[in-house]
């Protein structure tokens, strides 16, 4: 086994000690009285505790880091492409592309809390060796996806921020160097993480509530756009696009080990249900915010760009410039609070991003390692490929948007990775005990996870067809495609619990 200098190993072997999200000396502690102590039965919401602000103020973190992944540069250009094709016709998708996703993510959390465990460690032990490790690659592999946007979208707002003096790939080496800054803010504590991800939001926040109020959009459209749902045939592959970005896989696996940042007693239920009602209240005022700092770059490239020559050239290497174009400079030239905006969103998405890498190889793996060597290996998954890219494409952007296509496909295949096990262990009475989701709940989740993993698959359809020919490629496209469907139907078929419908609900939902 590999060792420091100090004789202390780098890797703890798997019969040693079991990998966990947090240590109980890392979590922090929720105040109790001696009142709620003595309940057997609670008397708020679900049979917990009444409410209480400062316990919500202690479980709040964990929903924020989350809500991130809503809000890194792959979203931004989704959102911005919307605005200029789509004008304000799609913000009512926006708002309920978020709310489905809010109900993962809710899933998600709820079986952290329930179960103590997140969800690759819970995969680990539902799946046998060989499914394991396919998980395991396709979750890293949709990490590494996302990480290389959320670089690249950093580096891009750095170049601008230096007047072009700093190129693409010195944005990239920079951005890298946040995983340094993560393992040293992780070492105050995880409140102290989580107030500098308060403090990048709130800067996205002001940066792209800046541009709103620059851009001045019509309140009365932008009304309409959010209450009357409208599609049209030149707008719905960037509605597609809209839902396809929202479900982000590594983030599903993230939230279900944040939420174990808190000490919950899973003895007591009652104990558990408060952590779960806190946690719905924190995880949907996070998403609400994420939902209007989108809103806010859909509206203002929608304002600036909608039926113009340049609506279909827009991306996220060219906004910028285009903005400062079309609204020009002022006290505070919008090209640098766009840069600004843009850079908080990358700087904290790729930070979550070595979060989630963490949890992902060591509840899959089931190995501890020394927190800064994890970090430098995950960081080094996406960081390497990134600077490449960075170095081939820097002087196209063309080819740029080219590429984020492509790694828009790779996170889309992913996403059933995700959703599947997650729908299949939150059922599972011998999994979740009474915390075990109800008929209800089940039905829709499973309908919003069908009609992501359906709008996936029209995104991967089109690509496919637009982007492979020939024989050679229509083949391995044809094979891939056969056993990628195969092992979904395997996951679903594992899932499968064949309790008579409908049965009757443990717990309050």
Same mark, same amino acid.
């Given at each position: ?64 880091? *989350? ?65 394991? *490790?396919?998980?395991?690659? *396709? ?34 080496? +920079? ?20 107030? #500098? ?13 800046? *541009?709103?109020?620059?851009? =001045? ?6 009304? +309409? ?71 806010? #770059? ?69 190995? =501890? ?18 600077? +490449? ?54 039905? +829709? ?22 982007? #492979? ?41």
């Amino acid at each position: 086994m590999p060792q420091l200098e100090n004789n202390e190993p780098l890797l703890i072997n798997e019969e040693e000690e079991e990998e966990t999200a947090y240590d109980e000396t890392e979590k922090v502690h929720i105040v109790r009285n001696e009142e709620e102590d003595d309940l057997e039965h609670g008397v708020g919401c679900g049979g917990a505790p009444p409410f209480s602000w400062k316990k919500l103020w202690l479980f709040t973190g964990p929903g924020f880091l *989350m809500s991130i992944a809503f809000l890194d540069p792959g979203n931004l250009e989704g959102d911005l492409q919307a605005g200029a094709v789509a004008g304000y016709s799609l913000l009512w998708l926006l708002m309920w592309a978020t709310a489905m996703g809010l109900l993962v993510q809710l899933l998600s959390a709820r079986l952290g809390v329930a179960t103590g465990r997140h969800l690759a460690e819970l995969c680990r032990d539902e799946y046998p060796t060989w499914a394991r *490790m396919v998980l395991w690659v *396709m979750a890293e592999l949709a990490l590494i996806g996302s990480d290389i946007q959320e670089v690249i979208g950093s580096a891009i707002a750095i170049k601008i921020l230096s007047n072009g003096i700093l190129p693409l790939w010195a944005g990239v080496v +920079i951005t890298a160097l946040d995983c340094f800054v993560f393992l040293f803010l992780e070492n105050y504590g995880i409140r102290k993480l989580e107030a #500098v991800f308060a403090v990048l939001i709130a800067t996205m926040g002001v940066s792209f509530a800046w *541009m709103f109020g620059q851009a =001045k959009p019509s309140g009365s459209e932008l009304l +309409i756009g959010i209450l009357v749902p409208k599609l049209s045939s030149r707008t719905i592959q960037k509605a597609v696009g809209v839902v396809g970005c929202i479900i982000m896989p590594h983030n599903v696996f993230l939230h279900s080990a944040l939420v174990q940042s808190r000490e919950v007693d899973k003895r007591q239920k009652y104990r558990v249900q408060e952590a779960l009602n806190y946690y719905t209240i924190e995880s949907t005022i996070a998403l609400f915010i994420s939902f209007l700092i989108n809103l806010f #770059v859909t509206t203002v490239f929608a304002k600036g760009f909608y039926n113009t020559d340049l609506a279909n050239s827009i991306g996220l290497v060219n906004a910028g410039q285009y903005l400062q174009e079309k609204y020009g400079g002022g006290v505070f030239p919008i090209l640098y609070i766009w840069a600004i905006g843009l850079l908080a969103a990358g700087q904290s998405s790729t930070i979550t991003g070595t979060y989630a890498g963490q949890f992902i190889m060591g509840g899959f793996l089931n190995f =501890k390692m020394k927190k800064w060597l994890r970090a430098l290996i995950t960081r080094s998954c996406a960081i390497i490929p990134t600077i +490449i890219v960075a170095l081939v494409f820097d002087s196209s952007e063309a080819t740029l948007d080219v590429l984020n296509e492509w790694l828009n496909v790779l996170q889309s295949i992913q996403i059933p990775f995700a959703l599947i096990p997650l729908l299949c262990l939150v059922s599972k009475e011998q999994i979740m005990s009474s915390f075990k989701i109800g008929p209800l709940y089940k039905t +829709i989740a499973w309908l919003v996870a069908a009609l992501v993993i359906m709008i996936n698959g029209y995104l991967l359809l089109e690509f496919f067809s637009n982007e #492979v020919s020939g024989i050679v490629y229509t083949g391995f496209v044809t094979l891939f495609t056969a056993s990628y469907g195969a092992f979904i139907l395997y996951l679903i078929a594992r899932g499968i619990t064949f309790t008579p419908w409908p049965f009757k609900a443990e717990s309050s939902h």
